[in-house]
Nanobody, 123 residues
Framework: VQLQASGGGLVQAGGSLRLSCAAS????????MAWFRQAPGKEREFVAA????????DYGDSVKGRFTISRDNAKNTLYLQMNSLNPEDTAIHYC?????????????????WGRGTLVTVSS
């Protein structure tokens, strides 16, 4: 299984980025997917999750109203549209997949992880 995240980079506060996560080696449409992130010196944080069908999106409190998670099962790809970015969003962002029957905000419930893509927001 491979989850390849991309789309990170350096952006000014108030800007936008769109992350992608290309999945291979698994039946993508059978897995609930999520984004997590980890900033230097901090614990991994839940960002957003989405069900296998694209429904039931869930967001962490710090990103609600600014980020949108989506997926394209035909392309085996997960997305994260990030708007109104601020320096507190600076972190490595990871995509993850779970075969559990429920969408989860806990990183312990995820079976597969990508390497992550770095998002840096300057003030």
């Amino acid at each position: 299984v491979q989850l390849q995240a991309s789309g990170g980079g350096l952006v000014q506060a108030g800007g936008s980025l769109r992350l992608s996560c290309a999945a291979s080696g698994l039946t993508f449409s059978s897995y609930h997917m999520a984004w997590f992130r980890q900033a230097p010196g901090k614990e991994r944080e839940f960002v957003a999750a989405i069900s296998w069908s694209g429904g039931s999106p869930d967001y962490g409190d710090s990103v609600k109203g600014r980020f949108t998670i989506s997926r394209d099962n035909a392309k085996n790809t997960l997305y994260l549209q990030m708007n109104s970015l601020n320096p507190e969003d600076t972190a490595i962002h990871y995509c993850a997949a779970t075969g559990r029957v429920y969408v989860s905000a806990s990183d312990r419930d995820y079976d597969y992880w990508g390497r992550g893509t770095l998002v840096t927001v300057s003030s």
